[in-house]
Nanobody
Framework: QVQLVESGGGLVQAGGSLRLSCAAS????????GGWYRQAPGKQRELVAT???????NYADSVKGRFTISRDSAKKTVYLRMNSLKPEDTAVYYC?????????WGQGTQVTVSS
């Protein structure tokens, strides 16, 4: 049933790093465009980063220069490397995959950055 499986979230000290992974199940043949979104309590879900099939990336201004989105098409996996984490990065992070048969969301993984 689960199409995208997220991992890598957790608790980290400010200034630290985490890498999130989003792996597509076998029922997803190919990720066309991948992305990461986050949602903090009481706030709307917001775009963090996207990556196209060709590898073009886009970042929210708040994470530009600190986060890096990447992909391994052979593994059908999208990654989000998060460096220089700040407490305001604390949120549930969701991956998204646009495929030829529609869009999918991961289950969400909690990222908590302590001061």
């Amino acid at each position: 049933q689960v199409q995208l499986v997220e991992s890598g979230g957790g608790l980290v000290q400010a200034g630290g790093s985490l890498r999130l992974s989003c792996a597509a199940s076998g029922s997803i043949f190919f990720i066309n465009d991948g992305g990461w979104y986050r949602q903090a309590p009481g706030k709307q879900r917001e775009l963090v980063a996207t990556i196209t099939n060709g590898g073009s990336t886009n970042y929210a201004d708040s994470v530009k220069g600190r986060f890096t989105i990447s992909r391994d098409s052979a593994k059908k996996t999208v990654y989000l490397r998060m460096n220089s984490l700040k407490p305001e990065d604390t949120a549930v992070y969701y991956c998204n995959a646009e495929t030829y048969n529609g869009g999918y969301w991961g289950q969400g993984t909690q990222v908590t950055v302590s001061s």
